[in-house]
């Protein structure tokens, strides 16, 4: 696709950092994590949201960072993802289940399997912490989305007619960690 490929014409900046996010890098990371976000989705986030996830599952939120090397302090965002993991007690069977609930990556430097990367720690967070699966809704219209998830095996599990405020529908994606084949538990 002609996105795409200008987005990896980009050349990455030199040195890639990922850090799982903590809540004394508020001050410095949540304008800039807010901002990325909400200059590609389609629902407004308020502030409550945002500390909402990253208050509760910090150790499930990793950003993805730019070290401009000449000066250690001002390293600018490129990629955040953004996810909750919680027990489902009256699911049946109860199910440990985690959510993503934000990714974004800056324009300038798509294509380049950052969120891939982010996607893939997040995943293993999540497995490490004993989820059952993970589940996420996605524009049915946001292909590169799509794509993403599906080439790191999720499934399409449902379809979610008029689901986003502008109108748009999605599609419920799930991973599924755990087998679910009696004859292999
Ligand atoms: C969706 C989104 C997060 C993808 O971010 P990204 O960093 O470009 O994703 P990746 O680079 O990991 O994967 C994109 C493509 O690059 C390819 N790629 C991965 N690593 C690569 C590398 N090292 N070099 C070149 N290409 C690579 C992938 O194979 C993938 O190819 P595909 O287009 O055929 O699927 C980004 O487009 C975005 O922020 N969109 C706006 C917000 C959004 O829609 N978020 C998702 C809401 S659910």
């Known amino acids: 696709m002609e996105v795409a490929r200008d987005?990896?014409?980009?050349?990455?900046?030199?040195?890639l950092l990922y850090i799982q996010y903590e809540h004394a890098l508020e001050e410095q990371y949540l304008p800039a994590i807010?901002?990325?976000?909400?200059?590609?989705?389609?629902?407004?986030?308020?502030?409550y949201v945002y500390r909402y996830f990253l208050y509760q599952w910090a150790?499930?939120?990793?950003?993805?960072?730019c070290n401009k090397a000449l000066n250690p302090v001002d390293k600018s965002l490129m990629g955040v993802i953004i996810c909750k993991l919680e027990h489902h007690a009256s699911h049946s069977p109860p199910t440990h289940r985690g959510y993503i609930a934000m990714l974004a990556v800056?324009?300038?430097?798509?294509?380049?399997?950052?969120?891939?990367?982010?996607?893939?720690?997040?995943?293993?967070?999540?497995?490490?912490?004993?989820?059952?699966?993970i589940v996420l809704e996605t524009e049915e219209?946001?292909?590169?989305?799509?794509?993403?998830?599906?080439?790191?095996?999720?499934?399409?599990?449902?379809?979610?007619?008029?689901?986003?405020?502008?109108?748009?529908?999605?599609?419920r994606l799930v991973l599924l960690l755990k087998s679910t084949d009696p004859e292999t538990d």
């Open 7 to 15: 987005a990896r014409a980009t050349q990455l900046p030199g040195e």
């Open 34 to 47: 807010r901002a990325l976000i909400s200059k590609d989705l389609s629902e407004p986030y308020s502030i």
């Open 59 to 65: 150790h499930l939120c990793y950003m993805e960072l």
């Open 106 to 133: 800056t324009s300038t430097f798509r294509g380049h399997g950052i969120a891939t990367r982010l996607v893939k720690m997040a995943i293993d967070a999540m497995a490490e912490r004993n989820a059952d699966e």
């Open 141 to 171: 219209t946001n292909l590169p989305a799509m794509r993403l998830y599906e080439r790191l095996g999720f499934l399409r599990s449902k379809k979610l007619h008029r689901y986003y405020l502008n109108g748009n529908s999605a599609y």
